[in-house]
């Protein structure tokens, strides 16, 4: 079974930077699609980034040029950098494997909060 633990969220100020951790177990992970999506309180679960097994990397609009989503193989982890963090960032912040053609697995989020 599948286990993602994401780490890293907290409060920042605008302008500021996170970068969050999912550390993955009981998968292939080298050979998975990994993602991170958030969910903002009232609003649907959104895709924000992907990476794939080849290191092609696909990004919401809303965050690209400030965001960066990053593998380490070795460590069976997942990051996404985020710098110039906005007031709209905040929200939940999940990690996910893709299997077969959807995301399946999720971890249990962690809260990012962006304050003005």
């Known amino acids: 079974q599948v286990q993602l633990v994401e780490s890293g969220g907290g409060l920042v100020q605008v302008g500021g930077s996170l970068r969050l951790s999912c550390a993955v177990s009981?998968?292939?992970?080298?050979?998975?699609?990994m993602g991170w999506f958030r969910q903002a309180p009232g609003k649907q679960r959104e895709l924000v980034a992907t990476?794939?097994?080849?290191?092609?990397?696909n990004y919401a609009d809303s965050v690209k040029g400030r965001f960066t989503i990053s593998r380490d193989n070795a460590k069976n982890t997942v990051y996404l950098q985020m710098n110039s963090l906005k007031p709209e960032d905040t929200a939940v912040y999940y990690c996910?494997?893709?299997?077969?053609?959807?995301?399946?697995?999720w971890g249990q989020g962690t809260q990012v909060t962006v304050s003005s």
């Open positions: 990476i794939n097994s080849g290191y092609s990397r």
């Open positions: 009981g998968s292939t992970f080298s050979r998975n699609t």
């Open positions: 996910t494997i893709l299997v077969g053609d959807n995301f399946g697995s």
